[in-house]
C-alpha cells in the first residue's frame, strides 16, 4: 500500500547528524514503534508519537470512539502504519527543529483484508493522483516566459487530511504506546472524518475539495483537461 511504501522509503538507512561540537552522530530510523521504544532516542519518539496522535485529532471530524463503535458500523477496523523519520539542517547538518518526525497512516491493504476474512464486501474507491498534462505544462512555461511572470510553487501541510470525505467515516486503532482506553478498560480507537494518508480514497476526496475551492477562487480550468 501507499503508507508501507512510505514506511519503506523513510526507513531506508541511517542517518549522520552532525553536532554541535561537531562530531558525527548516527541515528538509526526505526521500523516500527517497538524499535522506536527501543532506541537511544525513545523520549524523541514517544514526543514525536503523541505529535503524530495529536494531528489525526486536530482535524474537527476525527475523534476517538469505543472499539465497541468500530466493530458494530461495520467497517473495517485498520492497523496504523507508523512512520518515522529524522530531519537535518540542509547547511549545518544538525539536527532540525522538531527533528524527530512520525506521520501516521491508514492501512488500507490490510483493512480490506480484513474485511474479506469476515466475509464483507470492502467498498471500492477509484484509485486518484492528479497530473499535468505535458502539452499543457509546455504552455505554461512558454506564457510565463513570454509575459515576464514569475512561476513558484506551494505545498499544502497534511493536505490529505483537508479533503472532504465522501464515504463512510474509517475506523483505525492508535499506535503501540499511545493507545487509549475508557473508565471500563475498553480501547479507544481513531473514527476518521476527515482523509487520512494510505486510504485508497484519499487522493480523490483531497483533489475534489481542492478543485472545488480553486474554481471559488475565481481560477479557471484548462480546457479539454479532465
Known amino acids: 500500500s501507499a503508507a508501507q511504501l512510505e514506511a519503506l522509503k523513510a526507513d531506508a538507512s541511517e542517518v549522520r547528524v552532525r553536532t554541535q561540537l561537531g562530531v558525527d552522530r548516527v541515528i538509526k530510523t526505526p521500523s516500527s514503534v517497538k524499535k522506536a521504544l527501543a532506541s537511544t532516542e525513545r523520549d524523541e519518539w514517544l514526543l514525536g508519537l503523541q505529535k503524530a496522535v495529536d494531528a489525526v485529532l486536530s482535524q ?27 530531519k537535518t539542517d540542509k547547511d ?19 483493512a480490506r483484508l480484513r474485511q474479506k476474512i469476515k466475509g464483507l464486501e470492502a467498498a471500492r474507491h477509484e484509485p486518484y493522483s492528479s497530473v499535468v498534462a ?16 514569475t512561476l513558484t510553487k506551494a505545498d499544502v501541510k497534511d493536505a490529505y487530511s483537508k479533503g472532504k470525505r465522501r464515504s463512510e467515516p474509517a475506523y483505525m486503532r492508535m499506535p503501540e504506546a499511545m493507545r487509549s482506553y475508557d473508565d471500563d478498560g475498553t480501547e ?11 486510504e485508497q480514497g484519499a487522493g480523490r476526496d483531497w483533489q475534489d475539495t481542492l478543485h472545488a475551492d480553486l474554481l471559488k477562487l475565481g481560477w479557471k480550468q484548462a480546457e479539454n483537461v479532465p
Open 188 to 198: 479507544l480507537v481513531f473514527e476518521l472524518g476527515s482523509p487520512l494518508w494510505g
Open 92 to 110: 549545518s547538518g544538525e539536527l532540525a527543529d522538531n527533528a524527530f518526525k512520525v506521520r501516521i497512516c491508514y492501512d488500507e491493504t490490510r
Open 134 to 149: 505535458d502539452d499543457i505544462l509546455i504552455k505554461i512555461l512558454l506564457a510565463i516566459a513570454a509575459t515576464g511572470r
Open 60 to 86: 474537527p471530524l476525527n475523534r476517538l470512539v469505543r472499539i465497541t463503535q468500530a466493530d458494530a458500523s461495520g467497517r473495517p477496523l485498520a492497523e496504523p502504519v507508523v512512520v518515522f523519520k529524522v
